[in-house]
């Protein structure tokens, strides 16, 4: 491309960046870890692919499922799914009471909110299995554990979505309802919640999409579910039964993962 004058337009240079001593510290201790890392965990990716061919055995009696064992899998499937829903309404229902108290634009107490996110912080930090472990000592093994766990583990995710949602809204709303006296469940009801409805709607979703995967996992460890069965059939290596298990849980998740998507694509239109 030239200029009228039919010369070619003069391109300013990029300005160099010099690469500073403290990011040569940065990747010297980066590739240090690494190294530490590889040596303390034993890792070695030559012993994967030496012992490659056992998973190759795996994986062959795996694609020959047992479907006349698919009756006894549809059924626990079922069933983790209704941990899921259980887990996400609960879950997201405490999360959506909770969002409210901490949200700075709703509650103007710092401490308050200061106390209530640092709880929050704690239970986000717990994963959903050590969740099912601990539900499952105290209430025992079963579906009920499974879903305390999925409860606890999707407010941890709806709450910290939801409340930052709910401080990004247009204060103009509230800021009227509080001029002419509104009391604080009438700028809830009336200012903040129209705003935030859909997504509050869409990150129940969401987490109910997290929970289907989970719900399969926590029968590990005795909380109820497929996943139970999951463990047994390898434990006893009928690799074609768990090749249907597998087979089955994929197909679910995927549907139920289409279904939730287009709900929330619809949703944020």
Known sequence: MTNKSGQAPVVPGLPKKKFKLMNWV??????????????????SLPVLFQNFSNFTEIFVEMAKPDWSYSGTVIPLVLQTIKMAILGTFFGSLAAFFYSLLIARNVVKNKVVTGVFRFIMNIIRTIPDLLLGAIFVAIVGT????????LSVFTFGVVVKLFYEAIETIDNGPIEALTAVGANKWQIITDA???????????????????????????????????????????????????GTIIIIIVIVVVLIDYISSKAREALMK
């Open 192 to 242: 903040v919640l129209p705003q935030v409805m859909t997504y509050f709607i869409s990150y129940t979703l969401y987490a109910f999409e997290i929970n289907v995967r989970a719900s399969t996992v926590l029968g590990y460890i005795g909380a109820g579910g497929i996943g139970l069965y999951l463990q047994q059939t390898l434990d006893v290596f009928q690799y074609e039964r768990t």
């Open 142 to 149: 079963g579906t009920f554990a499974g879903v305390l766990a």
């Open 26 to 43: 940065w990747a010297i201790i980066l590739i240090g870890g690494l190294f530490v890392s590889t040596q303390e965990t034993n890792t």
